[in-house]
């Protein structure tokens, strides 16, 4: 299967942005040591420090469901300080992958045209 990805955005909660920036720095080190179908896990702050951007690449959505998984438990935690504003999910997402993101309210793109190198 494809790989697909998905950008998240979040919504900082005034004076949260110091925990918010814990709770990243712990969701990326167990991405990291336990989730090799995450391919990219990258987490960007706007310039004043109000909203982030998320992006993750997945090697399938069998690697989607494995994260959701291993985050999902702890994501309640990190929503208490930073709404969910957006989550825009691109590739061909099996049923059970589509099913987990829907519950954050995920619009899905798929794609019709491009390459990739």
Same mark, same amino acid.
């Given at each position: 299967?494809? $790989? ?14 110091? /925990?918010?920036?814990? $709770? /990243?720095? =712990?969701?990326? $080190? ?5 989730? @090799? &179908? ?12 109000? +909203? ?10 069998? /690697?989607?469901?494995?994260?959701? /998984?291993?985050? &999902? @438990?702890?994501? @309640? ?8 504003? +957006?989550?825009?999910? *691109? =590739?061909?997402?099996? =049923?059970?992958? %589509? ?5 954050? &309210?995920? $619009?899905?793109?798929? =794609?019709?045209?491009? *390459?990739? %190198?």
């Amino acid at each position: 299967m494809a $790989k697909l990805s998905y950008l998240l955005e979040f919504t900082i909660n005034d004076g949260q942005l110091e /925990a918010f920036k814990e $709770k /990243a720095a =712990g969701y990326i $080190k167990a991405v990291q040591a336990g989730e @090799p &179908g995450t391919l990219i896990y990258e987490w960007s702050l706007e310039e004043n420090g109000n +909203r982030c951007m998320l992006h993750e690449v997945f090697e399938s959505s069998e /690697a989607l469901l494995t994260h959701f /998984a291993n985050v &999902g @438990p702890s994501l @309640p935690d990190l929503i208490a300080i930073a709404l969910i504003t +957006r989550l825009e999910v *691109f =590739g061909d997402v099996s =049923g059970e992958a %589509r099913a987990a993101v829907g519950t954050l &309210g995920a $619009k899905h793109f798929t =794609g019709f045209a491009g *390459f990739t %190198r």
